[in-house]
């Protein structure tokens, strides 16, 4: 089986240039997959926003509460700290005793460990607890939070800084945190692993209850970690003999929070958390749910980027005010479907006009920007997913197996696999090839190459685990259903998005499992995790009823894009797709350059190396279009107003 290697780039490349439109727009936080609580996360076909536009850095808002602080001194035996100075309670202010639940069923205590001492990030975790506020604590549901501010960034409600500990009441401003201080706790270090066990240790006495959630909101790096603290930088690393803390210093890695965590429910006697929510970039790798599964039984996190918006606190946390007795299933599932969509800065008209009309943003959003437009533009490039750790363990085992196998195959092909595989943002910068790839995309690849042999069927485990995961996902032998595609506006969106790119790659693999379909019985999205021009063998020529239109209509947004492409665009976009230069024995990926030779798919020119579409294949792909647009114009195909 050959792979062909440029086909393969070109697939993902007219995806994001085809449909995503307008540049992307993240200041840190965390990620999303719609409902599907996947660790391999397959990307839904993107949708075309109604207007252009997104977010990206903000000015910090938030505000400096006024009531009398009480402070515990610290129980970490993790090591010593300086405990904070103890006051008087606030007036009214609940205690371990008073706050104990009066009412019968089940009861929650939801912990934000939120690490607001960044520039850029301050506003935007200021504003999550406000966003908390709206919903406020109940009689079942306890919601207490630790807030450290940046000095000499975000200069709302009284430009605070240091941090406070809070037990939240309901208040609808979102420009003013009115819920009480139950702590003063001046500048401390939220980097260090034994600020967090002493925070949730004290939370956890003083609001006992039937299951606990801790949701940590800062910047994440994956797998090394996050939660960085800017005033507090370079205070003591404790991490300064490996070489990676040295280079990035103070945060709160990946194996400072395993430690932590494990000494909270040994100092606690806790079984585990019910939910462990990571609202911070790239945090859904399976080494970071592998560190987790111990601890949790289930946690939420983003295999991408996310909006420096975060998660939509005011709806999940209204959600399990409303339905304490569910799960953390339940509560990872309504993180999930509310993210974006319901966020308070979208849904909220003067705090949408605020986002979208703050100068220097750069993106030219209208303060008058619908939320449904808005939403749809920042849901474009983001992921989030809710995992049940229980499946961690089975992973893990069958990645280990995968890895003995691998040591027998052609380690140029594994390689191969490696580099082709889904990739998402690096924070080792573009001098390295991309540190994270998508671990399904990755051993589908490798299975492609292996066949049926010791590889193939270790391949095998590890995509029967992931489709474990996969719960909210059908396979099903069409994922185009006409009747529906009538019936339903929102699906006819994706399916007729997904027929646009499958048609202009000239798909040839239509096998049922190369396509999956979201179970939602309304607006169910469409997932394409093969693009069927990836491999050149009969082995992979197994059907082309995706390589033709089958819809008879499309979106008008999605038609008005279209007609944006002409020849001169698609060379930009598609002539040059991927380059490298020599470096010593290896090819390091390097900034596009011009294009060596627009006649070949591979050129090379001394040390560099370069593929990208020949001119005739771009030739091809927009006398495919001009047929398309033809057809349109014809009355063939259907134009109709995008759902809303």
Request: overall charge negative.
């Amino acid at each position: 089986m050959k792979l062909n290697l440029r086909t393969l780039l070109v697939g993902g490349a007219l995806l994001l240039f085809i449909f995503v439109i307008g540049p992307r727009f993240f200041g840190g936080g965390a990620a999303t997959l719609p409902q599907e609580p996947p660790v391999a996360q397959v990307q839904p076909e993107p949708t075309l926003p109604d207007e252009p536009g997104a977010i990206v850095e903000r000015e910090p808002t938030v505000a400096r509460p006024k009531a009398s602080p009480t402070a515990r001194p610290p129980k970490s035996t993790v090591a010593p700290k300086p405990a904070a100075t103890a006051v008087p309670a606030a007036a009214g202010a609940p205690t371990a005793e008073s706050a104990a639940p009066a009412a019968s069923g089940q009861t929650w205590t939801v912990m934000l460990y939120q690490d607001a001492d960044d520039k850029i990030l301050e506003q935007d975790i200021y504003v999550d607890l406000n966003e908390a506020e709206r919903v406020g604590s109940t009689d079942r549901v306890n919601i207490v939070a630790q807030m450290d501010r940046f000095k000499g960034g975000y200069k709302g409600d009284g430009n605070w800084t240091g941090a406070g500990r809070f037990y939240v009441t309901q208040d609808d401003d979102l420009g003013r945190v009115q819920s009480q201080v139950l702590a003063d706790l001046g500048e401390i270090d939220m980097s260090d692993p034994r600020t967090l066990v002493d925070f949730v240790t004290w939370a956890i006495e003083a609001y006992p209850a039937d299951k606990y959630a801790l949701i940590l909101s800062d910047h994440g790096m994956g797998w090394p970690g996050g939660w960085s603290d800017a005033d507090s930088a370079g205070r003591g690393n404790r991490n300064r003999n490996i070489p990676l803390a040295q280079a990035l210093e103070s945060n709160l890695y990946l194996m400072d929070l395993d430690t932590a965590l494990g000494e909270i429910r040994s100092q606690t006697g806790l079984d585990k958390f019910e939910l462990v929510g990571m609202d911070a970039c790239l945090m859904g790798q399976l080494e970071v749910f592998s560190a987790l599964a111990p601890h949790a039984r289930y946690a939420v996190a983003s295999q991408e980027t996310e909006p420096a918006l975060g998660w939509a606190y005011t709806s999940f946390l209204d959600t399990l005010t409303r339905n304490p007795d569910a799960t953390g299933a339940d509560l990872g599932r309504s993180i999930v479907d509310s993210y974006i969509v319901e966020d308070q800065r979208i849904v909220d008209d003067q705090a949408r006009a605020e986002l979208t009309g703050r100068g220097g943003s750069g993106f030219g959003v209208s303060s008058q920007v619908s939320a449904k437009a808005l939403a749809r533009q920042m849901e474009e490039s983001i992921t989030l997913t809710a995992v049940d750790l229980a499946g961690v363990p089975a992973l893990m085992d069958s990645v280990n197996a995968l890895s003995v196998a691998l040591q027998g195959m052609n380690q140029q092909s594994v390689a191969k696999a490696r580099s082709y595989a889904q990739t998402f943002t690096s924070i080792f910068g573009e001098q390295v090839p991309p540190s994270y790839i998508d671990l399904g995309s990755f051993v589908q690849l490798l299975k492609r190459q292996a066949g049926s042999g010791a590889v193939g069927q270790a391949a095998d485990q590890v995509l029967a685990v992931l489709q474990y995961w996969l719960s909210d996902i059908a396979v099903i032998a069409d994922v185009y259903n006409p009747t529906r595609f009538a019936a339903d506006p929102l699906y006819a969106r994706h399916i007729g998005q997904l027929n646009v790119l499958t048609y202009l790659i000239a798909h040839r693999d239509s096998n049922a499992g190369n396509f999956l379909i979201g179970k939602t019985p309304t607006g169910a999205r469409v997932f394409s995790i093969d693009h069927g021009v990836a491999f050149a063998s009969e082995d992979s020529d197994r059907g082309e009823a995706w390589k033709v239109i089958r819809v008879d209509r499309l979106p008008a947004d999605t038609v008005a894009r279209l007609r944006t492409i002409t020849v001169p665009v698609l060379e930009q976009q598609l002539g040059v797709l991927a380059q490298w230069k020599l470096e010593g024995d290896r090819y390091a990926p390097v900034a596009l350059g011009p294009n060596l030779a627009p006649n070949r798919g591979i050129r090379r020119d001394g040390k560099d190396l370069q593929m990208g579409l020949t001119r005739s294949e771009i030739l091809a792909v927009n006398r495919l279009l001009t047929r398309l647009l033809e057809r349109i114009d014809a009355g063939e195909i259907a134009v109709v107003a995008a759902p809303n």
